[in-house]
């Protein structure tokens, strides 16, 4: 088991580093070819940080391990709120009260209705990932009409008269990248992630096997946790440079994308069976955990470092019901 785990490891190591080397290398070619930062940011940003977990439920379902693929997605989405959040408070607290984000919130908690929803008329089908994907187009066209108001009203308050003088920030941005590291970025993530997703499920198969445990346990322990490693040193650094915002909307954005995208294409490659104690346990969890955020978001509470000690023990405590 010890080789198993080994290997399981190497596959999520590739996949986190070829998901960071396709963000980088799509990020810049889109730069390049003319596409605006704003369009880039929303969407090619979100897939590629989301590459790894997309390649996993995809590759999952074709083996048929939907237990893997669903519970990715289920254990990511608790982990993103009760440790991506805890842990980053417990360190430097974080200023929830001062963030707005109760227009995305809205949506997240209504993505996570919708997919429990999709969970109890399972199997998981084509049309419901085609109502799935519907949803997140909305999302995106929502966000989108938002960012283009908020950079209008940005452009207008700073008296800017081109708006192309104003620079914007783009993860994995690097106007200096010559063309042949912009290639060697796309080669390296394309190549890199079926690899490292082929390696993490069939290793993870034979460590549920080995353990007696099923693959659902895997994935909502083993494959969520580090799926969810980005957004944990997103969030940590973000709590270091005291940018709750930042912090908050990147736990938000994730769990929306990872409920939509993520289970709507997986569903188009195969049917996915929703198991039987995700129906009864982990999936009321992720609404729960969900709805934990309420009064942070709503009522301008601040994530100080008791909140961040219950989010995390609550965590802790929820990995081992799980794995017990």
């Known amino acids: 088991m010890a080789l198993d785990l080994l290997f399981a490891l190497l596959g999520l190591a590739i996949l986190l580093l070829a998901g960071d080397s396709l963000v980088k290398g799509a990020v810049n070619l889109s730069l390049r070819l003319g596409v605006p930062a704003l369009i880039v940011s929303l969407t090619i940003v979100a897939f590629g940080t989301s590459a790894p977990e997309l390649l996993i439920s995809i590759q999952a379902t074709l083996e048929n391990a939907p237990g893997i693929a669903l519970g990715n997605v289920v254990g990511s ?3 993103n709120v009760l440790l991506v959040l805890g842990l980053p408070a417990i360190i430097s607290g974080l200023s929830t009260g001062e963030c707005d984000t109760r227009r995305t919130y809205l949506f997240m908690l209504a993505a996570s209705a919708l997919f429990a929803a999709v969970a109890f008329l399972g199997p998981i089908t084509w049309v419901h990932g085609l109502v799935l994907l519907a949803a997140l187009s909305l999302v995106l066209w929502d966000m989108f009409h938002a960012a283009r108001s ?5 452009l207008s308050a700073a008296a800017v008269a ?5 620079e914007e920030e783009v993860e994995g941005a690097d106007p200096n990248l010559p063309w042949w590291k912009i290639t060697l970025f796309l080669a390296l993530g394309l190549a890199g992630l079926p690899l490292g997703a082929d390696l993490l499920i069939e290793h993870s198969e034979n460590i549920a096997r080995e353990l007696g445990v099923s693959d659902t346990v895997i994935g909502l322990t083993l494959v969520a946790l580090g799926t969810s490693l980005p957004e944990l040193a997103t969030t940590v650094m973000a709590a270091l440079r005291r940018q709750a915002d930042v912090a908050l909307g990147n736990v938000i954005g994730s769990n929306i994308f990872n409920l939509l995208a993520i289970i709507g294409l997986a569903s188009l490659v195969g049917d996915l069976a929703v198991p039987v104690e995700m129906l009864r346990f982990d999936l009321w969890v992720m609404l729960a955990s969900a709805l934990i955020l309420l009064p942070f978001v ?3 509470w601040n994530m100080a470092k008791g909140w961040g000690i219950v989010l995390t023990g609550l965590y802790v405590a929820y990995v ?3 794995l017990i």
């Open 162 to 166: 081109d708006p192309a003088e104003v």
């Open 77 to 79: 989405n608790i982990a």
């Open 320 to 322: 081992v019901a799980v």
């Open 298 to 300: 709503f009522r301008g």
């Open 150 to 154: 908020h950079r209008r009203e940005t």
